[in-house]
């Protein structure tokens, strides 16, 4: 079965600083991974989605996710955090031969001044 | 365009209360979802409807009932309101059911069951 974890619920970055946020995934087939982001009060929008074409996947805002298969692992980075990063963000994968997207918990990012 | 458009944005009920959370997609999405968003757990999928006509239990069914009302139209139903079900609801569609799609989503309804 498909599953997703995040590896830390909160992260806190200094405006300007790396942002890493951990994801990993279990899945019996090729995987299908997205992250999706959250801002306060919205709903979940679309940040980056990987599916098999390159291992390196850039989103939008300047995020951008590696699929290592090794790792079974699709880390979101941003080289430099912005005041407007601060958000909720879910790692999620399809579940197999299905439409169904499997989320994780969510890891929120807070960015100090 | 408003996209994913739910209603309402809040409400409070009191156990065993009933109601219906309304959900219209304007982007001609065939497949409609229902999830429910608890601290600490993520998104969680409760009914899916993968085309007009269809509708299917996702991982948390138990207390809801959904109808696909047309292809814009997905509502989900409390018959019997619990506490358990204090959640905040979210809404999705996309353009087709399959493994690639992306979904967008409602801004949410907060739902606090007394």
């Known amino acids: 079965a498909q599953s997703v974890t995040q590896l830390g619920s909160h992260v806190s970055v200094s405006e300007g600083a790396l942002v890493l946020l951990r994801c990993n995934y279990s899945?019996?087939?090729?995987?299908?991974l997205f992250w999706y982001v959250q801002y306060p009060n919205q709903g979940l929008q679309l940040l980056l989605k990987?599916?098999?074409?390159?291992?390196l996947v850039k989103g939008i805002n300047g995020f951008e996710a590696e699929f290592k298969k090794s790792e079974t692992s699709f880390h979101l980075t941003k080289p430099s955090a912005h005041m407007s990063d601060a958000a909720e963000y879910f790692c999620a994968v399809s579940g197999v031969d299905t439409g169904k997207l499997i989320f994780g918990q969510g890891t929120t990012l807070q960015v100090k001044p | 365009n408003a996209g994913v458009t739910q209603t309402p944005k809040f409400q409070v009920l009191k156990t065993g209360q009933s109601m219906t959370l309304q959900c219209a997609q304007d982007?001609?999405?065939?497949?409609m979802y229902w999830y429910r968003q608890d601290p600490g757990m993520g998104l969680r999928l409760i009914y899916y409807s993968a085309s007009e006509g269809t509708t299917d239990k996702g991982e948390v069914p138990n207390g809801y009932n959904v109808s696909r009302l047309n292809k814009r139209e997905f509502s989900l139903r409390l018959e019997s309101a619990a506490p358990s079900q204090t959640s905040v609801y979210f809404c999705?569609?996309?353009?087709?059911?399959?493994?690639?799609?992306?979904?967008?989503f409602g801004s949410g309804t907060q739902l606090s069951v007394l």
């Open positions: 982007m001609n999405h065939n497949s």
């Open positions: 990987y599916t098999s074409a390159a291992t």
């Open positions: 899945s019996s087939v090729p995987p299908y």
């Open positions: 999705a569609s996309s353009q087709g059911w399959g493994t690639n799609e992306k979904l967008f």
